[in-house]
């Protein structure tokens, strides 16, 4: 095949060879300082990728309890360093933020930002939709035993107007509304 050029297939073979070898430890020489540690069989273009399976779960536990809570993963040519373990990631993106704030596709960290966020908005719809409840809760109460005792919606009238009059309610006048205060706690009871 090469022969009419000159050169044999031996020749060839230990050209691309010798290529694929240079280019892997130009590859590998390439990170300062030097990288956590990795498996130990890394294949060129696909890199990591042939240890592990779809769901890789099972694998990145195996790896971490062989490696350590840091090692590095080669998935295909883009190198991925995997920490795990709170106080590993709180040191990493906390204490050594400078280290990792040039790195590209930080999804990890803008994972935990955005589930952060999610979790924050729950917790204030919950507090706020829980508060709200409890007053709507309260008011429609409020209705129905005043609407069952006019006796009593004569009284807290009676002891309103009087106390404030034709002003705005403020929480001064809370000393004055005693009858209205006992009114409230019993219907939230």
């Not at 990631?89 to 952060?116: G, S």
Request: aromatic letters at 10%; charged letters at 25%.
């Amino acid at each position: 095949m090469f022969e009419y050029i000159g050169i044999n297939v031996t020749t060839v073979l230990i050209i691309v060879i010798v290529s694929l070898v240079v280019c892997l430890l130009l590859e590998w020489k390439r990170y300062s300082p030097p990288l956590p540690p990795s498996p130990s069989f890394r294949l060129p273009i696909i890199g990591h990728l042939h240890l592990l399976e779809i769901d890789s779960r099972k694998h990145l536990r195996k790896f971490r309890r062989l490696l350590g809570d840091v090692y590095s993963l080669w998935y295909g040519e883009r190198l991925v360093i995997h920490i795990a373990g709170y106080e590993n990631i709180r040191e990493a993106f906390l204490k050594n933020a400078d280290n990792f704030a040039a790195r590209p596709h930080l999804y990890v960290l803008e994972k935990c930002h955005r589930k952060t966020d999610d979790q924050l908005v729950g917790t204030i719809t919950d507090l706020f939709l829980g508060g709200s409840t409890v007053v709507v809760t309260t008011l429609r109460w409020s209705v129905v035993y005043l609407v069952q005792f006019p006796d009593i919606q004569e009284k807290l009238f009676n002891e309103v107007s009087k106390a404030i009059g034709k002003e705005m309610p403020s929480m001064k006048d809370k000393a004055r509304l005693v009858y209205l205060e006992a009114f409230a706690l019993e219907v939230m009871r």
